[in-house]
């Protein structure tokens, strides 16, 4: 199933015909601009836990990219968006997501960024429904600006919390393989 959705994102993606590309039961624009840098959907998916989508996951580059360490490195535009398909997703679960998330991609080395982490962390406070979108947008002049329906929560600097949070959805140990996979556009 996966692999047909991936060929439909494809298809989409190659044809241009849509100003957006469906998936997990919503439809993420083709084209984000943050800040007057415009970054393409390089790749999408959706995070599933015990057969359940939790959200759409969208990776947006400057330029199309399959090298996972190569895109956390990078010292470039790049946001993440995600688009809550659940209404299983809470505050409490996705701030447990978002630290488990900082284990794997740091290999448990949090320790150097635990004052960026706890900040981020804040961000998913308010009370999370479905249909939220969470922007992540990584512009190397600023640091991490995070967006809730288009909503500017905070800003972290920080090349080290770029990676780790990037590493969430991109690292050895990321959040989900097939979203990682779908991300790169694989």
Do not use: H, R
């Given at each position: 199933m996966k692999k047909i959705i991936f060929v439909f994102i494809a298809l989409m993606s190659a044809g241009?015909?849509?100003?957006?590309?469906?998936?997990g039961g919503v439809n993420l624009?083709?084209?984000?601009?943050?800040?007057?840098?415009?970054?393409?959907?390089?790749g999408a998916g959706v995070r599933e836990k015990l057969w359940i989508d939790l959200y759409a996951?969208?990776?947006?580059?400057?330029?199309k990219s399959s090298d996972?360490?190569?895109?956390?490195?990078?010292?470039?535009p790049m946001s993440i968006k995600l688009h809550i398909v659940s209404k299983l997703i809470?505050?409490?679960?996705?701030?447990?997501?978002?630290?488990?998330?900082?284990?794997?991609?740091?290999?448990?080395?949090?320790?150097?960024?635990s004052a960026e982490i706890k900040k981020f962390q804040g961000f998913f406070l308010e009370e999370?429904?479905?249909?939220?979108?969470?922007?992540?947008?990584?512009?190397?002049?600023?640091?991490v600006v995070a967006y809730k329906n288009d909503k500017e929560l905070g800003t972290i600097e920080g090349m080290d919390f770029k990676?780790?949070?990037?590493?969430?959805?991109?690292?050895n140990r990321p959040a989900d393989d097939d979203l990682k996979e779908a991300m790169l556009g694989k």
């Open positions: 241009l015909t849509s100003a957006q590309t469906e998936v624009p083709n084209s984000e601009t943050y800040q007057g840098q415009t970054l393409n959907l390089n996951g969208g990776l947006y580059l400057a330029k996972a360490s190569a895109i956390v490195s990078a010292n470039e809470t505050s409490e679960k996705m701030m447990e997501a978002v630290n488990e998330g900082f284990q794997n991609s740091t290999g448990g080395n949090t320790k150097p960024l999370i429904k479905k249909n939220d979108v969470f922007d992540i947008v990584y512009m190397p002049s600023k640091g990676k780790a949070l990037f590493g969430i959805w991109l690292s």
